[in-house]
């Protein structure tokens, strides 16, 4: 056995601790980062939201962006349809800074380029491509699911200035954008219209700009400014427009009356009434309505509702109403014709208000007032009322007619003279036209006979008396011609007076003859004026054979 000497001792070795090595620092710092980085992206990741539109133009996923100010503050990620499919709904992932403008108000829409009748918008994207803007709202309530626009906003929430309601009868040539001016300098823009609840009209929506929006007061008169406004006046013809964009495309001017200019602005969607023109809308308002009832037994045609009632050429209301009112058991026919009177206007300032609805014009009819219908235009041939006094009528006073009070009417002008053509047409239907036609056709054709006669007698005179006459003249002439040689002769020969006056003088014996061809032609004349005298027909017939004595 081997001694215990000999046996090894065991010894007893610490265990030793585990130690990190090199090769694993870089996966775990890796991770780090990674987990940093994917905190960083959580914490940094902005909102998702879901925008509808009616279509997809212009949205691309992955590709196109979502801008605000210009700035890049998401993406569209998805475009899918929706579940009734009647839109596109694009899913949008936006930065976090983009967090807070998720309201009730925003607003998005498609930015690409647009060609419409007020402006052309949208032609930077033709490079860059379509985008989608954003207009951020005011309101304190979240959204995450919105509809968008199928146009841009004309105005945007951050752009100062104040909205105002317009009312109108029609919207005319005005659509969203039709440019609103004041004195001729565009202040604003129209941004929306609609038709009222009840289908009686069109509200329109105008913003104005600032500081323009402190001209708008609570007096102030808005007119569409479209077209010409062409006038007639004592001054001659005027022709009124705004700018070549409201002639083409529609506008909206105001004014305020000078009256009113210190007045403080109106309020924030104060509404207006839209009217037709600046002549109308610079009237003075009307604050009396009176309406009466006007029967008229003749034919209106060619009178509309709207057409103006005067008074000696001011006009001091319109017709509202025509209708027909026929007796079943006459058989007669009369027009009723509702008309609704403003009697402010037949007032001086002085002595408007306070009176009894009625009274003015019940005076007025007692003195003799009527109602007439009046031709306006004959190229047209529309009809007016006219108020006017007829003293030559009869008494009347104001009568009550379905629970309205009647002006008592009188027959127009023109049917009047319808009446005249027609006893004019009477009359010359009872005369004797064809004995007279005839008779006429007799008398001409003895003129006939007699121009004929005459013109033959003519020829006559030509032919017969003509050649004698010009005969006779020619002698005289030449007897003149004679006459005058002599005298020539006869002053040549002053200076030998002696031998003149002697009795074989040459001079002596032309003097001579030349009377005596003086004293035959004296006679031809004599005796062309005695035959003349005894024949004057002769100028006619010419001479022929000479009556017996």
Same mark, same amino acid.
């Given at each position: 056995?081997?001694?215990?000497?000999?046996?090894?001792?065991?010894?007893?070795?610490?265990?030793?601790?585990?130690?990190?090595?090199?090769?694993?620092?870089?996966?775990?710092?890796?991770?780090?980062?990674?987990?940093?980085?994917?905190?960083?992206?959580?914490?940094?990741?902005?909102?998702?939201?879901?925008?509808?539109?009616?279509?997809?133009?212009?949205?691309?996923?992955?590709?196109?962006?979502?801008?605000?100010?210009?700035?890049?503050?998401?993406?569209?990620?998805?475009?899918?349809?929706?579940?009734?499919?009647?839109?596109?709904?694009?899913?949008?992932?936006?930065?976090?800074?983009?967090?807070?403008?998720?309201?009730?108000?925003?607003?998005?829409?498609?930015?690409?380029?647009?060609?419409?009748?007020?402006?052309?918008?949208?032609?930077?994207?033709?490079?860059?491509?379509?985008?989608?803007?954003?207009?951020?709202?005011?309101?304190?309530?979240?959204?995450?699911?919105?509809?968008?626009?199928?146009?841009?906003?004309?105005?945007?929430?951050?752009?100062?200035?104040?909205?105002?309601?317009?009312?109108?009868?029609?919207?005319?040539?005005?659509?969203?954008?039709?440019?609103?001016?004041?004195?001729?300098?565009?202040?604003?823009?129209?941004?929306?219209?609609?038709?009222?609840?009840?289908?009686?009209?069109?509200?329109?929506?105008?913003?104005?700009?600032?500081?323009?929006?402190?001209?708008?007061?609570?007096?102030?008169?808005?007119?569409?400014?479209?077209?010409?406004?062409?006038?007639?006046?004592?001054?001659?013809?005027?022709?009124?427009?705004?700018?070549?964009?409201?002639?083409?495309?529609?506008?909206?001017?105001?004014?305020?009356?000078?009256?009113?200019?210190?007045?403080?602005?109106?309020?924030?969607?104060?509404?207006?009434?839209?009217?037709?023109?600046?002549?109308?809308?610079?009237?003075?308002?009307?604050?009396?309505?009176?309406?009466?009832?006007?029967?008229?037994?003749?034919?209106?045609?060619?009178?509309?509702?709207?057409?103006?009632?005067?008074?000696?050429?001011?006009?001091?209301?319109?017709?509202?109403?025509?209708?027909?009112?026929?007796?079943?058991?006459?058989?007669?026919?009369?027009?009723?014709?509702?008309?609704?009177?403003?009697?402010?206007?037949?007032?001086?300032?002085?002595?408007?208000?306070?009176?009894?609805?009625?009274?003015?014009?019940?005076?007025?009819?007692?003195?003799?007032?009527?109602?007439?219908?009046?031709?306006?235009?004959?190229?047209?041939?529309? #009809?007016?009322?006219? /108020? %006017?006094?007829? !003293?030559? &009528?009869?008494?009347? +006073?104001?009568?009550?007619? =379905?629970?309205?009070?009647?002006?008592?009417?009188?027959?127009?002008?023109?049917?009047?003279?319808?009446?005249?053509?027609?006893? #004019?047409?009477?009359? /010359? %239907?009872?005369? !004797?036209? &064809?004995?007279?036609? +005839?008779?006429?056709?007799? =008398?001409?054709?003895?003129?006939?006979?007699?121009?004929?006669?005459?013109?033959?007698?003519?020829?006559?005179?030509?032919?017969? #008396?003509?050649?004698?006459?010009?005969?006779?003249?020619?002698?005289?002439?030449?007897?003149?011609?004679?006459?005058?040689?002599?005298?020539?002769?006869?002053?040549?020969?002053?200076?030998?007076?002696?031998?003149?006056?002697?009795?074989?003088?040459?001079?002596?014996?032309?003097?001579?003859?030349?009377?005596?061809?003086?004293?035959?032609?004296?006679?031809?004349?004599?005796?062309?004026?005695?035959?003349?005298?005894?024949?004057?027909?002769?100028?006619?017939?010419?001479?022929?054979?000479?009556?017996?004595?």
């Amino acid at each position: 056995m081997p001694e215990t000497g000999d046996i090894p001792e065991a010894r007893v070795t610490p265990h030793r601790r585990w130690s990190l090595q090199l090769v694993w620092l870089i996966p775990v710092v890796a991770a780090l980062i990674g987990g940093w980085l994917a905190v960083k992206a959580v914490l940094e990741r902005g909102p998702t939201i879901s925008i509808s539109f009616s279509t997809a133009e212009g949205l691309e996923p992955q590709k196109t962006r979502v801008k605000y100010r210009n700035v890049d503050i998401g993406r569209v990620t998805t475009v899918a349809f929706s579940e009734d499919r009647k839109q596109v709904v694009a899913t949008v992932e936006l930065s976090k800074q983009a967090e807070a403008f998720l309201v009730a108000d925003t607003r998005f829409w498609v930015v690409r380029p647009r060609v419409s009748g007020t402006q052309i918008s949208g032609l930077g994207t033709l490079l860059s491509g379509a985008y989608i803007g954003m207009d951020v709202g005011t309101s304190k309530e979240s959204k995450s699911e919105f509809v968008g626009l199928d146009v841009p906003p004309i105005v945007t929430v951050d752009l100062p200035g104040r909205h105002f309601q317009l009312r109108a009868d029609d919207l005319g040539s005005l659509d969203v954008g039709s440019p609103v001016y004041f004195r001729r300098v565009q202040v604003g823009s129209v941004v929306a219209y609609e038709l009222d609840p009840r289908g009686n009209g069109v509200q329109l929506r105008v913003f104005i700009n600032a500081p323009y929006d402190r001209f708008v007061k609570a007096d102030t008169r808005f007119w569409q400014a479209s077209g010409f406004d062409l006038a007639v006046d004592a001054n001659g013809l005027k022709l009124n427009t705004e700018s070549i964009a409201s002639v083409l495309l529609g506008g909206v001017s105001f004014q305020t009356p000078a009256e009113s200019a210190q007045t403080p602005p109106a309020k924030e969607n104060t509404s207006f009434a839209l009217f037709l023109d600046r002549g109308i809308a610079m009237r003075l308002p009307d604050t009396a309505v009176e309406t009466y009832t006007l029967v008229f037994d003749e034919s209106v045609r060619g009178l509309t509702a709207g057409a103006p009632v005067d008074f000696r050429g001011v006009v001091v209301g319109e017709v509202v109403a025509i209708d027909v009112d026929v007796d079943a058991a006459s058989g007669e026919a009369s027009v009723p014709v509702q008309v609704r009177l403003y009697p402010d206007r037949l007032r001086s300032k002085a002595k408007r208000g306070g009176s009894v609805p009625g009274a003015l014009m019940d005076k007025l009819v007692t003195r003799g007032l009527r109602a007439q219908l009046r031709s306006g235009s004959l190229l047209t041939g529309k #009809l007016f009322v006219a /108020l %006017d006094y007829f !003293p030559d &009528e009869p008494k009347a +006073a104001l009568q009550k007619r =379905a629970g309205r009070s009647e002006i008592p009417t009188v027959a127009s002008s023109l049917k009047g003279l319808q009446a005249t053509v027609l006893r #004019l047409a009477r009359k /010359l %239907d009872k005369l !004797p036209l &064809e004995a007279t036609v +005839a008779d006429a056709r007799k =008398a001409l054709a003895a003129l006939e006979d007699t121009l004929a006669a005459t013109g033959r007698a003519v020829k006559r005179v030509d032919s017969d #008396l003509t050649p004698q006459a010009g005969r006779t003249l020619n002698d005289l002439s030449r007897t003149l011609d004679s006459v005058e040689k002599s005298l020539a002769a006869a002053q040549r020969s002053l200076a030998g007076v002696d031998g003149v006056l002697a009795e074989d003088a040459p001079m002596q014996r032309d003097l001579r003859d030349t009377l005596r061809e003086i004293a035959r032609a004296g006679e031809a004349l004599r005796s062309l004026a005695d035959y003349l005298e005894r024949n004057p027909g002769a100028i006619l017939r010419g001479r022929g054979e000479e009556p017996a004595q």
